[in-house]
């Protein structure tokens, strides 16, 4: 089963190049190629800008006519990047925003602003950040599962974009900090919360291969040790990092980016496939 529809923003950079590489690799049913320019630039300048992308993205599109999609589009707008790629994604329902990786930056701090962290705080829609260049489908899938809903959401999505990988789906945590007499109760608790993970994971691994028909294998990992470094570790196993994107902590709400994924946006060297609640 293909996506009905994917959105994917360029800024007509290489790294956007790659983007548009791997929705095509996707087959999404439509595509829709989005450019936004910036407001508040002079009219000549803005209508020039627009003239250029027009024509760029028109041959860009027509240059890949043997591979995906068989209804694609692509439309150039003026505003805010951010707000206007989910807005167009909201407009066309597309199931899927895919972008390229904004420019490097060596510091979390200075991911935080960019058009990419806001479109993946503020989507209400999986959105997939492309790193690396498409070489074929996703072959190995690391899920980073704590049980949220938006983790759930990016497991169904990466199920339905890579239906034949590997999938190894981990879920890490820190022990708590207890008095010793506390110990065996804290274990328990532990243990019980483990087995509702494993059953949260088979579950929504089962409802994803049911609708997309695919045949993933799926590994599931419950390690007891720093969530951070137990995903940073197994990421370079893989070519696509899923994960949800909200905060758990005492101020999290559903538009906030966690540390831990605000950290793994940047750092992952493969794709990295992001969902809200």
Same mark, same amino acid.
Not at 87 to 105: Q, V, W, Y
Not at 135 to 146: I, K, M, N, Q, T
Not at 179 to 195: F, K, S, T, V
Not at 225 to 233: G, K, L, M, S
């Given at each position: 089963?293909?996506?009905?529809?994917?959105?994917?923003?360029?800024?007509?950079?290489?790294?956007?190049?790659?983007?548009?590489? &791997?929705?095509?690799?996707?087959?999404?049913?439509?595509?829709?190629?989005?450019?936004?320019?910036?407001?508040?630039?002079?009219?000549?300048?803005?209508?020039?800008?627009?003239?250029?992308?027009?024509?760029?993205?028109?041959?860009?599109? &027509?240059?890949?006519?043997?591979?995906?999609?068989?209804?694609?589009?692509?439309?150039?707008?003026?505003?805010?990047?951010?707000?206007?790629?989910?807005?167009?994604?909201?407009?066309?329902?597309?199931?899927?925003?895919?972008?390229?990786?904004?420019?490097?930056?060596?510091?979390?701090?200075?991911?935080?602003?960019?058009?990419?962290? &806001?479109?993946?705080?503020?989507?209400?829609?999986?959105?997939?950040?492309?790193?690396?260049?498409?070489?074929?489908?996703?072959?190995?899938?690391?899920?980073?599962?704590?049980?949220?809903?938006?983790?759930?959401?990016?497991?169904?999505?990466?199920?339905?974009?890579?239906?034949?990988?590997?999938?190894?789906?981990?879920?890490?945590?820190?022990?708590?900090?207890?008095?010793?007499?506390?110990?065996?109760?804290?274990?328990?608790?532990?243990?019980?919360?483990?087995? &509702?993970?494993?059953?949260?994971?088979?579950?929504?691994?089962?409802?994803?291969?049911?609708?997309?028909?695919?045949?993933?294998?799926?590994?599931?990992?419950?390690?007891?040790?720093?969530?951070?470094?137990?995903?940073?570790?197994?990421?370079?196993?893989?070519?696509?990092?899923?994960?949800?994107?909200?905060?758990?902590?005492?101020?999290?709400?559903?538009?906030?980016?966690?540390?831990?994924?605000?950290?793994?946006?940047?750092?992952?060297?493969?794709?990295?496939?992001?969902?809200?609640?």
């Amino acid at each position: 089963m293909s996506l009905n529809k994917i959105l994917v923003a360029t800024n007509l950079t290489e790294r956007s190049d790659r983007a548009l590489a &791997r929705a095509f690799q996707l087959k999404p049913d439509a595509l829709v190629l989005l450019h936004v320019v910036p407001a508040g630039l002079p009219p000549e300048v803005a209508a020039e800008q627009q003239k250029v992308a027009d024509t760029f993205l028109a041959h860009r599109l &027509r240059y890949e006519t043997s591979e995906g999609a068989s209804d694609r589009s692509h439309t150039v707008l003026t505003g805010s990047a951010f707000s206007t790629i989910i807005a167009e994604a909201i407009s066309d329902a597309a199931e899927l925003i895919i972008i390229g990786k904004p420019g490097t930056h060596p510091f979390s701090e200075l991911f935080v602003g960019t058009t990419a962290e &806001r479109v993946i705080r503020f989507s209400d829609r999986p959105v997939l950040m492309v790193k690396q260049a498409e070489s074929g489908p996703y072959r190995r899938v690391l899920v980073a599962f704590d049980g949220s809903e938006g983790a759930v959401r990016a497991l169904q999505m990466a199920v339905a974009i890579a239906p034949d990988a590997e999938f190894r789906v981990v879920h890490a945590w820190w022990a708590p900090q207890v008095p010793l007499g506390d110990l065996e109760a804290a274990r328990q608790a532990i243990d019980q919360e483990n087995e &509702r993970i494993k059953r949260l994971i088979a579950n929504a691994a089962r409802q994803a291969v049911a609708k997309c028909g695919g045949s993933p294998k799926v590994v599931i990992d419950l390690v007891e040790d720093n969530p951070y470094i137990v995903i940073a570790n197994q990421s370079s196993w893989a070519d696509l990092l899923a994960m949800g994107t909200h905060s758990k902590g005492l101020l999290a709400s559903t538009a906030s980016i966690g540390k831990l994924a605000r950290h793994l946006l940047i750092e992952a060297s493969c794709d990295v496939l992001t969902s809200r609640p």
